[in-house]
T-cell receptor, first 113, second 109 residues
Framework: DTGVSQNPRHKITKRGQNVTFRCDPI?????LYWYRQTLGQGPEFLTY????????KSRLLSDRFSAERPKGSFSTLEIQRTEQGDSAMYLC???????????FGPGTRLTVT | KNEVEQSPQNLTAQEGEFITINCSYS?????LHWLQQHPGGGIVSLFM???GKKKHGRLIATINIQEKHSSLHITASHPRDSAVYIC???????????FGTGTSLTVIP
């Protein structure tokens, strides 16, 4: 098991472009979480999945953000019409249902110019 | 309003010093986590606890559920302990995680 992986690790994009990030959780984990972290702050919850079902979404997740986990394995987070305020580290984590410990990926750092 | 507050925000210590980082929370929880984040973003889980005390090497974490407070202690601190330490809680009313803003620790040789 190689842990949680995220791709790409870094993404630079121009304002207005769409971006998509991928997260591959630990294989037997059925919960997957997305967080956003800006400089000097702790992570903020965005959304989470149990298997393929998206069970909770934060109010931070505007209409420009969409997340999917089509087969209950990997997940994608898409940001449409990016804005400079979207620049942040996007973190993915996974856990086993009923076990609270989360395992974090290395994150994708997004810079919107 | 932050559901999780940490103090101090920044901490500089001499190698060998005993370090304490504090965390207070305002929501009902099912578990509390201490996380370590190194430059570059990687987050590692140090402890998950719901009562009492846990020890791992030079790290000790305690929690007082009645007072809604937890502490992370580092004994005999070392420059490699330099990182951001984040307190996070599982809310017991849903599956949300709430994070503190972190404590940036620098240990000077």
């Amino acid at each position: 098991d190689t842990g949680v992986s995220q791709n790409p690790r870094h993404k630079i994009t121009k304002r207005g472009q769409n971006v998509t990030f991928r997260c591959d959780p630990i294989s037997e984990h059925n919960r997957l979480y997305w967080y956003r972290q800006t400089l000097g702050q702790g992570p903020e919850f965005l959304t989470y999945f149990q298997n393929e079902a998206q069970l909770e979404k934060s109010r931070l997740l505007s209409d420009r953000f969409s997340a999917e986990r089509p087969k209950g394995s990997f997940s994608t987070l898409e940001i449409q019409r990016t804005e400079q305020g979207d620049s942040a580290m996007y973190l993915c984590a996974s856990s086993l249902y009923g076990v609270y410990e989360q395992y974090f990926g290395p994150g994708t750092r997004l810079t919107v110019t | 309003k932050n559901e999780v507050e940490q103090s101090p925000q920044n901490l500089t210590a001499q190698e060998g010093e005993f370090i304490t980082i504090n965390c207070s929370y305002s929501v009902g929880i099912s578990a509390l986590h201490w996380l370590q984040q190194h430059p570059g973003g990687g987050i590692v889980s140090l402890f998950m606890l719901s009562s009492g005390k846990k020890k791992h090497g030079r790290l000790i974490a305690t929690i007082n559920i009645q007072e809604k407070h937890s502490s992370l202690h580092i004994t005999a601190s070392h420059p490699r302990d330099s990182a951001v330490y984040i307190c996070a809680v599982n809310s017991n009313t849903g599956n949300q995680f709430y994070f503190g803003t972190g404590t940036s620790l620098t240990v000077i040789p």
